[in-house]
Nanobody, 121 residues
């Protein structure tokens, strides 16, 4: 069983930066696939950044060059550094986890409760 707890959401002006954190628990947390999704009002939830053990990181085109996903195994935490924020980045951000084998993820996903990011123009 993995539990996830996000923090770091806030209201910022366009061009600003935020770092979201996702603290994980459970014996397999550090070996799993980790990601950040977001959902804006009236839109579907979308994946923005992923870490897959053995396959590295990947990003949605909308955030490439601005967002960076990382993890700290010692802290059992993964992060989303968001720079040059735009109003269209406004959404509820969720952290996500699945079990991993090298290069792939499997099993039911686990979700955090979400943290709100609001970017004003």
């Amino acid at each position: 069983q993995v539990q996830l707890q996000e923090s770091g959401g806030a209201s910022v002006a366009a061009g600003g930066s935020l770092r979201l954190s996702c603290a994980g628990s459970g014996p397999y947390y550090n070996t799993g696939c980790m990601a950040w999704f977001r959902q804006a009002p009236g839109k579907e939830r979308e994946g923005v950044a992923f870490i897959t053990p053995g396959a590295g990181t990947r990003y949605d085109d909308s955030v490439k060059g601005r967002f960076t996903i990382s993890k700290d195994n010692a802290q059992n935490t993964h992060y989303l550094q968001m720079n040059n924020l735009k109003p269209e980045d406004t959404a509820m951000y969720y952290c996500w986890w699945r079990h991993a084998v090298p290069g792939n993820c499997y099993g039911d996903p686990y979700w955090g409760q979400g943290t709100q990011v609001t970017v004003s123009s």
